[in-house]
Nanobody, 125 residues
Framework: VQLQASGGGLVQAGGSLRLSCTSS????????MGWFRQAPGKEREFVAA????????YNTDSVKGRFTISRENAKNTVYLQMHNLKPEDTAVYYC???????????????????WGQGTLVTVSS
């Protein structure tokens, strides 16, 4: 499985971006999907996750009410819609895919099996 993330860029604080992550495989719907981010000098952190059918959604507290994860299985794509961006959201954002496991989604990077290359989001103040 190859994941291709896109949609990053430079935006002013308060602005919006939509990240996309497209899978090359034909079995996209079997994967739970997640978004993680890594700011300079910091560890990678969980942002949001969504179950295989889109029914289970989790967001980290710092993005609740601002970020929305969604997916279109017919397009092999997962999205991260980001509103009201803040300078502290600046990071490289990674999408990840998780093979079916005991839980519908996972919040830790170690549970994910495939990773995209990352897309940089820079929020200026």
């Amino acid at each position: 499985v190859q994941l291709q993330a896109s949609g990053g860029g430079l935006v002013q604080a308060g602005g919006s971006l939509r990240l996309s992550c497209t899978s090359s495989g034909r079995t996209f719907s079997i994967y739970a999907m997640g978004w993680f981010r890594q700011a300079p000098g910091k560890e990678r952190e969980f942002v949001a996750a969504i179950g295989r059918s889109g029914g289970s959604i989790y967001n980290t507290d710092s993005v609740k009410g601002r970020f929305t994860i969604s997916r279109e299985n017919a397009k092999n794509t997962v999205y991260l819609q980001m509103h009201n961006l803040k300078p502290e959201d600046t990071a490289v954002y990674y999408c990840a895919a998780m093979l079916p496991k005991s839980g519908a989604v996972a919040l830790t990077s170690a549970d994910y099996d495939y990773w995209g290359q990352g897309t940089l989001v820079t929020v200026s103040s």
